[in-house]
C-alpha cells in the first residue's frame, strides 16, 4: 500500500554510528526529508534530498534510492543528546502533502 | 527556534471555544496546520499558499482555519472532543505549496481536552 514506514526503535552506543531505514511507497515522488523531534518538542529539519546517492552532512549523511523507494540516515560518532525520534517525510509529486512516517526512536547508550 | 511563534503553548478545555495563533517572522509564503497525537506522526489539517486556503483535510468542522495575512495563521477551535487532545503545531516553508519541502516548525500548542 502507500505510505512511510520506519522501525519503531533503534539502539545504539555512544561514539559509534546509527542507520535509521525508511521506505517508502507514493504516486510519485518529489523530494524526501528527515526530521528530528525530542520528547515534547517540535520537529525540526535535518536533510532533504531528490536525488540517488549519498549526501554527506557531516554528523548527519542520507542516502537515497528512488528506485528501490529507500532512504536512510546516517549519524556518525553519536552522542547521547542525539537520542530523539527521527521522521521521515515524502512528498508526492504534484502533490500538496508531505508523508510523514511514524518516526523511529533513537536510544543512544553510554 | 522563536521565528515561528505560536500561542498560547498549553490550553485546557472542557467544551469551550477558543483560537490558537501563529505567526512565522520567515517570510514564507506557504503555512501549515499540522496535528500530533500521541506517538504518532505530525498530521496535515490544513495549509494555505499566500493567504488562499489551496487543501482542506477532512477534519471535523469544529476546526475553522484563518489566515488574515500571509505571516500569520489561526485555528479556532470549537467544542472540542477529548479525540483533539493533542499538539498541534503551526509550520511554514519558503516557495510554495508544491515546492516548499522543507517544514519549519513552531513549538505547538498542547490542547488537553477534560
Known amino acids: 500500500g502507500q505510505g512511510v514506514e520506519q522501525p519503531a526503535k533503534l539502539m545504539s552506543v555512544e561514539g559509534t554510528f546509527a542507520r535509521v531505514n525508511c521506505t517508502y511507497s507514493?504516486?510519485?515522488?518529489?523530494?524526501l526529508s528527515w526530521y528530528q523531534q525530542r520528547e515534547g518538542q517540535a520537529p525540526v529539519f535535518l536533510s532533504y534530498?531528490?536525488?540517488?546517492g549519498l549526501k554527506d552532512s557531516g554528523h548527519f549523511s542520507t542516502f537515497l534510492s528512488r528506485s528501490n523507494g529507500y532512504s536512510y540516515l546516517l549519524l556518525t560518532e553519536l552522542q547521547i543528546k542525539d537520542s530523539a525520534s527521527y521522521l521521515c517525510?515524502?512528498?508526492?509529486?504534484?502533490?500538496?502533502?508531505?508523508?510523514f512516517g511514524k518516526g523511529t526512536h533513537l536510544h543512544v547508550l553510554p | 527556534n522563536t521565528k515561528i511563534t505560536q500561542s498560547p503553548r498549553y490550553l485546557i478545555l472542557g467544551r469551550a471555544n477558543k483560537s490558537l495563533e501563529c505567526e512565522q517572522h520567515?517570510?514564507?509564503?506557504?503555512m501549515y496546520w499540522y496535528k500530533q497525537s500521541a506517538e504518532k506522526p505530525p498530521e496535515l489539517m490544513f495549509l494555505?499558499?499566500?493567504?488562499?486556503?489551496?487543501r482542506n483535510e477532512t477534519v471535523p468542522s469544529r476546526f475553522i482555519p484563518e489566515c488574515p495575512d500571509s505571516s500569520k495563521l489561526l485555528l479556532h477551535i470549537s467544542a472540542v472532543d477529548p479525540e483533539d487532545s493533542a499538539v498541534y503545531f503551526c509550520?511554514?516553508?519558503?516557495?510554495?505549496?508544491?515546492?516548499?519541502?522543507?517544514?519549519?516548525f513552531g513549538e505547538g500548542s498542547r490542547l488537553i481536552v477534560v
Open positions: 534530498v531528490v536525488l540517488d
Open positions: 507514493t504516486s510519485g515522488f518529489n523530494g
Open positions: 520567515l517570510g514564507h509564503n506557504a
Open positions: 494555505y499558499n499566500l493567504k488562499q486556503l489551496i
Open positions: 517525510a515524502v512528498r508526492e509529486a504534484n502533490a500538496y502533502k508531505v508523508i
Open positions: 509550520a511554514s516553508s519558503p516557495g510554495t505549496v508544491y515546492s516548499g519541502n522543507t517544514l519549519y
